[in-house]
């Protein structure tokens, strides 16, 4: 992510000022546009979703600000702590000779995270094919590390100007670089996807799935970037992926990744507060039934960034606390109701103890409210409410529940989030 400070000039000098003002609209608070809706959570005890997976939101990004740098060198043993699952790098095969490649992977691989690699910057890379074809042998086939993604490209649309319809072409670009990845992989467990766009477009998608399909070429996963304060913007990109992916039975099952994530495109000082922490933890209750994984970006500030989940001297920032805080939550996912304009929930049960995640996330900082909690289908009993909030405060209450329903509320100040855990005592 070489950030995007030249896409209001792009969309002015290329597509016009009518898309500037739709750009402009879209990254508009939808919430403020319509009468709010405050939350009424009712959870269904007895009706369970499946496991929640944490996998869904282990991931982070790391953007191309240096050259010839390893730069998750000096914070490694601070992200070990964040369970990372995948950690994506761009610019593999123009940033870094391969030994300097191979230092960032074993740092990776050190963390417990596997490799997400963003192949970038086509243009500049002589014999295209058969420099992807080393990158796969290297790590794929010879180092042996086994599902790997190869992402292709890192915001297109943007970099190079690839176009999926016109010069120069994505899909013939994606068909190369595909078989590429097929052939050097051989039977070796690997995924390979895109477009990788700078936001969710449906053209791009539609295009890329058509081609794939109609050529026989790979493609596991779908991936694009998503950067906005309005979170109902993830939502509702992330419903329209799915119909659109219903369209194309072939691929029912293919992965949904946004691999890039944030409140702001921009280096903004909303990344050093506690409302990007929030924001993220919005995004995890929001997300956790329609993507497959999302990417946080990104995990360390560059030189001239602030984006990172750590500063350049490894000081954790409140987006890294708000990891940490929901690797509490745990077990099988609750099916329940009632979100708002502004909190959201997810509820699962985890052995004995059953958990309530509350978010209260709200740009402006502004929105204060108390929110009702209704549990159904408990035992008749007295149990004990243990509430962990985001910043340290941690209350306890005891509530005796009469024909099975528990019946509570919680107050969450502006850009807050609670932990429930709920515990059945017998009488």
């Known amino acids: 992510m070489n950030k995007k400070i030249k896409i209001i000039s792009l969309i002015l000098l290329g597509l016009g000022l009518p898309t500037l003002l739709t750009a402009i609209k879209y990254s508009t608070d939808t919430r403020r546009q319509a009468a709010e809706t405050p939350a009424n959570i009712v959870i269904y005890s007895q009706n369970t979703l499946g496991k929640f997976q944490n996998s869904i939101y282990q991931n982070y990004a790391q953007g191309g600000e240096a050259q010839h740098t390893n730069m998750f060198k000096n914070v490694s043993l601070h992200l070990r702590l964040l369970q990372p699952k995948y950690i994506r790098i761009d610019h593999v095969l123009d940033y870094y000779t391969p030994e300097e ?13 596997t490799p997400f690699f963003s192949i970038t910057n086509p243009e ?21 590390i086994p599902n790997i993604y190869y992402e292709i490209l890192n915001e297109p649309d943007l970099f190079g100007g690839w176009k999926y319809k016109g010069e120069p072409n994505y899909l013939d ?25 700078t936001g969710f477009y449906t053209a791009w998608i539609n295009s890329l799935l058509n081609y794939c399909e109609n050529n026989d070429i790979r493609l596991d996963f779908i991936s694009y970037h998503t950067y906005s304060t309005d979170i109902t913007k993830f939502q509702n990109d992330a419903e329209t992926l799915f119909k659109v992916i219903g369209e194309h039975p ?22 050093n507060t506690n409302s990007s922490a929030i924001h993220f933890l919005s995004l995890a209750t929001i997300l956790s039934s329609r993507i497959h994984k999302f990417f946080t970006f990104e995990v360390v ?18 987006r890294f606390k708000a990891i940490q805080f929901l690797n509490g939550f745990t077990g099988d996912l609750l099916n329940s109701t009632g979100n708002g304009s502004y909190v959201t929930a997810l509820a699962a049960q985890d052995n004995d103890i059953l958990q309530i995640l509350l978010v209260n996330y709200d740009p402006a900082e502004t929105h204060q ?21 985001f910043d340290g405060e ?22 807050s989030s609670a932990l429930l855990n709920v515990e059945y005592h017998q009488q």
């Open 369 to 389: 409210e108390t929110v009702p909690i209704t549990i159904n289908d408990l035992k008749s009993g007295q149990y004990t409410i243990s509430t962990k909030f």
């Open 394 to 415: 941690t209350t306890q209450k005891t509530i005796t529940v009469e024909n099975n329903i528990l019946r509570d509320f919680i107050s969450l100040p502006p850009n």
């Open 101 to 113: 490649l191979d230092d960032v992977v074993k740092t990776i691989q050190f963390t417990g995270a």
């Open 124 to 144: 500049t890379i002589p014999n295209w094919e058969e420099s992807i074809k080393a990158l796969v042998t290297r790590y794929t086939v010879n180092q042996n």
């Open 173 to 197: 670009l994606y068909h190369r670089s595909a078989d590429a990845i097929v052939e050097a992989a051989g039977n070796r467990p690997f995924k390979v996807g895109g477009p990788s766009t």
């Open 250 to 271: 072939k691929y029912s099952d293919i992965e949904r990744i946004i691999s890039e994530t944030g409140p702001d495109s921009e280096r903004v000082p909303t990344y």
């Open 301 to 318: 500030d560059g030189d001239n960034s602030n984006w990172g989940l750590l500063t350049k001297n490894a000081q954790p920032k409140p």
